[in-house]
């Protein structure tokens, strides 16, 4: 089963403006993917239908097999983990520890399962010395591997980076680099940086007026625009 099967997903804004029309594209479990695009072209209102924050007005969406819908949410939104471009947006708490346990902790998770969850997640981007600090006092950089964390956490299937490299300095960009690369998880980023994606992504999509302009090897896609 593909971690992410997207068929001929259309969707209009309440207001008529229709920013997506009939989206198809499926991405296999451990695949790297970039999704380009100019603004405006449905990256954002893509993105909102792989965890329900908005449903599918024709077409389907599906993770791991499992179609998102409203009687599924719950699960995909376990199965999605979206990081946003802002890390203070998803970091909240006192300290890192509990910013990282507060969603496997949402999902009844306790005890030295969630304590495990917390390191793992921790470990794999580098910040399992700042767990007792107050994400407030990390860098910027660390900051957003201390939100990749609490996704990670979640042990999702597919992790969704809107503009993973934006506000770097070029260490900080190269470390999350690594670890990007190092994760054993599907990966969809929404960039506008061509040489991240370049580095980081085999494949690209290309959204461009609410449909698919391109598929393919990213090296390929980018020689072409
Ligand atoms: P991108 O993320 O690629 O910049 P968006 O998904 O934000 O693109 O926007 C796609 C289209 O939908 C654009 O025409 C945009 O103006 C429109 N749009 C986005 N959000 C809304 C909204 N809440 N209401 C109406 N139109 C919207
Ligand atoms: P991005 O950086 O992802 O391209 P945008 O700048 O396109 O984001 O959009 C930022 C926010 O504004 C989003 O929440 C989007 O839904 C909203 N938005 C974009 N276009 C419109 C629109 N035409 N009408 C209402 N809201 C919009």
């Known amino acids: 089963t593909p971690s992410l099967e997207v068929r001929r997903?259309?969707?209009a804004y309440p207001d008529g403006t229709q920013a997506l029309f009939g989206v198809d594209f499926t991405i296999?479990?451990?695949e790297r993917v970039a999704l380009l695009g100019p603004n405006g072209a449905g990256k954002t209102t893509l993105v909102m239908h792989l965890n329900g924050i908005l449903a599918a007005g024709h077409g389907t969406v599906a993770v791991a097999g499992l179609?998102?819908?409203k009687d599924s949410l719950r699960e995909i939104r376990r199965?999605?983990?979206l990081v946003f471009q802002d890390p203070d947006d998803q970091l909240f708490m006192p300290t890192v520890r509990e910013d990282v346990a507060f969603g496997p902790a949402n999902l009844g998770i306790g005890g030295e399962e969630l304590q495990r969850r917390v390191k793992d997640a921790l470990d794999q981007v580098g910040m399992l010395e700042a767990v007792d600090r107050p994400p407030h006092h990390?860098?910027?950089g660390q900051r957003r591997r201390v939100a990749v964390a609490t996704v990670l956490a979640m042990e999702p299937e597919i992790l969704v980076l809107d503009e993973p490299s934006?506000?770097?300095d070029p260490a900080s960009r190269r470390e999350l680099a690594?670890?990007?690369r190092s994760l054993d998880v599907t990966v969809l980023m929404v960039t506008h940086d061509l040489p991240y994606a370049l580095e980081l992504c085999d494949r690209a999509l290309v959204l461009s007026g609410g449909v698919i302009a391109a598929d393919g090897p990213t090296r390929d896609i980018l020689a072409d625009a």
């Open 9 to 11: 997903l259309a969707y």
């Open 28 to 30: 296999g479990r451990g």
């Open 67 to 69: 179609p998102v819908a």
């Open 178 to 180: 690594d670890i990007l």
């Open 79 to 81: 199965r999605v983990g």
């Open 138 to 140: 990390l860098s910027f």
């Open 166 to 168: 934006s506000n770097l």
